[in-house]
């Protein structure tokens, strides 16, 4: 199966940068591929997680695709769990994790791991795919500058 794993130091909290990722709603802004997301739940649970379920369309020239995610935004141990639900992937796991270095810096850890239900769509979408998870970590990055300044 397919899969990408990066880590990035960058000159953000680690609390920013998993407030930026866990703002979904503001995806199709600046992430590659990505043309809308919606959530169509979100709430807190027992263990101080929150979840979200999420719609979100991948688009590339003629193709769109939408698959819907879980998302769980573990805030006290600085990760995030993107698991697949449904749609156009056999499987999808995306895992986000974020250590502070210092005051003003930390370590992005993202990792994903997919395959495509359709020969046809892993064939088109597969190099596309990788170069866009490539760029993931400059998008969220610029994002933050953008965000929180440089």
């Not at 899969?3 to 930026?20: K, Y």
């Not at 769980?72 to 250590?99: A, C, S």
Request: with cysteine.
């Amino acid at each position: 199966m397919p899969h990408f794993d990066t880590s990035r130091r960058v000159a953000h909290s680690a609390e920013d940068m998993f407030d930026l990722v866990a703002d979904v709603d503001k995806y199709p802004g600046f992430v590659p591929l990505c043309q809308s997301l919606t959530v169509r739940g979100r709430r807190q649970q027992d263990d101080g997680t929150e979840l979200l379920i999420a719609d979100m369309t991948v688009a590339y020239r003629f193709i769109k695709e939408t698959f819907t995610s879980r998302v769980v935004l573990d805030r006290p141990n600085r990760k995030i769990l993107v698991e697949y639900l449904d749609g156009p992937f056999r499987h999808m796991e995306n895992r986000w994790t974020f250590q502070p270095i210092d005051e003003g810096h930390c370590e992005v850890g993202f990792y994903i791991d997919y395959e495509f239900k359709s020969r046809t769509l892993s064939a088109v979408m597969g190099s596309v795919f990788d170069r866009a998870f490539r760029r993931f970590a400059t998008a969220f990055e610029e994002r933050a500058d953008q965000v929180y300044g440089t």
